[in-house]
């Protein structure tokens, strides 16, 4: 069974959420997926970095990290922020709660994390920063 990892840092800026985006791309390219499932996971991806950078950290220039493992068919993501973090996860994966809404943000994050990936682990502890951890099962070809 193939195993990869690659992982990577970058700014807390919106302007890297796209960099994420192509990094877990690349990544998971020789696995093969279909369209759907890419961009099932760059949708994910896309919200639990933008949520590192928008509910993470408070205008404050400091790291995102990615990380990415593959064995088999299994794909994992993390992203982690050393930042604020979440008081009540269970009320953050609420669909339409934001801790911002004078951004005018929709709330939805963790609902599409959770509909477009296979698991989500969400652990955090307030002060410290939080770390997100998405499943995507990719079937790989079956030899006969």
């Avoid at 994420?20 to 890419?38: C, K, S």
């Avoid at 269970?90 to 477009?116: D, V, W």
Wanted: hydrophobic share 40%; glycine share 6%.
């Amino acid at each position: 069974m193939e195993v990869n990892h690659m992982q990577a840092s970058f700014d807390a800026r919106s302007v890297n959420e796209g960099l994420a985006r192509m990094l877990v791309a690349a990544f998971m390219a020789d696995m093969n997926p279909t369209l759907e499932q890419l961009a099932d996971v760059k949708t994910a991806v896309s919200e639990a970095v933008t949520n590192a950078i928008i509910h993470g950290y408070s205008d404050e220039s400091r790291q995102v990290r990615i990380a990415c493992d593959r064995q088999g068919g299994e794909l994992m993501v993390t992203v982690e922020d050393d930042g604020i973090g979440i008081a009540d996860i269970e009320q953050a994966r609420q669909p339409f709660y934001t801790s911002k809404p004078q951004l005018e943000r929709s709330g939805m994050g963790f609902a599409f994390m959770e509909a477009f990936t296979d698991r989500l682990e969400v652990e955090s502890c307030p002060g410290k920063g939080t770390r997100v951890v998405l499943w995507k099962y990719i079937a790989e070809d079956c030899e006969e």
